[in-house]
């Protein structure tokens, strides 16, 4: 191996994370060999964790929080009050909400507190209303329009979401 070439790779383990030019991210709060990829938005109080992948074209608002091992796929957006625990995958547009009635011009002081708790997958284009639970390990199809807490373990499905069948415990 060069001399050029070893330089080169001491050089890449030397970097903790990767962070897109193409992107605005404005927090400091970010783990070692995360990397966030183009045309993402991260606000500065925004907290995520270690060797995270978070997708092009996502947005993190400030009173978010992510885990360790967490994928977030292209065209997801986490609002204020939404925390993320580790190994959790969203996929590619799934929705978040913070607030139930939302009006034009009208602020809210505080949002419901959505949880997506260790190990639980979220499928492309589901819908995740505010406050709402999803439990460990759970998964949500994709599509589904979650309205109420997801136990841990669960699958669920369709518009509302309900439980189809549990995912094995090994």
Known sequence: MSETTTNSLLRCKAVSKFIHPLSDVQSQNIGDDTKVWQFCVVLPKAVIGRECNICAHTFIENDVIIGD??????????????????????????????????????????????????????????????????????????????????????VVQGNPAKVVKSVERD
């Open 69 to 154: 091992r967490v994928t977030i796929k292209s065209g997801v957006y986490l609002w204020d009050n939404i925390h993320i625990e580790s190994d959790v995958f969203i996929g590619p547009n799934a929705t978040f909400t913070n607030d139930k009635y939302p009006r034009s011009k009208q602020f809210r002081t505080q949002y419901p507190k959505t949880k997506v708790m260790n190990g639980a997958s979220i499928g492309a284009n589901a819908t995740i209303l505010p406050g709402i639970t999803i439990g460990c390990f759970a998964l949500v199809g994709a599509g589904a329009v979650v309205t109420k807490n997801v136990p841990d373990y669960a």
